[in-house]
């Protein structure tokens, strides 16, 4: 398991060296996603690559969720909070935050170097604290591979974070 403690230093380090991005280019962006629902992007973040790690995100963690106690408003300004205890995870390669209006639902789209450091995050504090806000029973999530020069398919760059020039 990994620290919240841990993460957050590592976040830090990741702050302090520039190789986090916040870019604004896909927000207000409307995604396809699986069974024909439609989410609007409202956050991304990407970390750039560090020495050792591939070039391009082998997995992305697909999670959606009905929020408990929280109207859609709040819940864009509290979902700041978690982010410096998920970016240091090793491995992590960014995220796209969604929401669908139409059946109130939050996405999670993040990038992962591999498979296994996404199960890894599937298994952490983070994806536990996300369940214990959400309506029993609401939160799926699955672990999608991208084999090397892979196109299209559920994690193409049409809906994964990708880097962009700010």
């Given at each position: 398991m990994f620290s919240p403690f841990v993460s957050l230093l590592r976040t830090l380090g990741l702050a302090l060296t520039g190789r986090?991005?916040?870019?604004?280019?896909?927000?207000?962006?409307?995604?396809?996603?699986?069974?024909?629902h439609r989410a609007v992007v409202f956050r991304e973040v990407v970390v750039r690559p560090g020495r050792g790690q591939p070039e391009k995100p082998g997995a992305t963690f697909r999670v959606r969720f009905r929020l408990a106690g929280m109207g859609p408003r709040a819940n864009k300004v509290f979902s700041l909070l978690p982010i410096p205890f998920f970016v240091g995870f090793p491995g992590f390669r960014g995220k796209l935050w969604l929401y669908d209006d139409r059946n109130d639902e939050w996405w999670g789209l993040y990038q992962w170097d591999t498979p296994a450091h996404a199960e890894r995050y599937?298994?952490?504090?983070?994806?536990?604290?996300?369940?214990?806000?959400?309506?029993?029973?609401?939160?799926?999530?699955?672990?999608?591979?991208?084999?090397?020069?892979?196109?299209?398919?559920?994690?193409?760059?049409d809906i994964a974070p990708r880097p962009r020039a700010d």
């Open positions: 986090i991005r916040f870019p604004r280019g896909r927000v207000g962006e409307t995604v396809e996603l699986e069974e024909g599937a298994r952490s504090f983070a994806v536990r604290f996300m369940t214990r806000r959400s309506v029993p029973g609401s939160v799926s999530w699955n672990v999608l591979p991208r084999p090397t020069g892979q196109a299209g398919g559920p994690n193409s760059p």
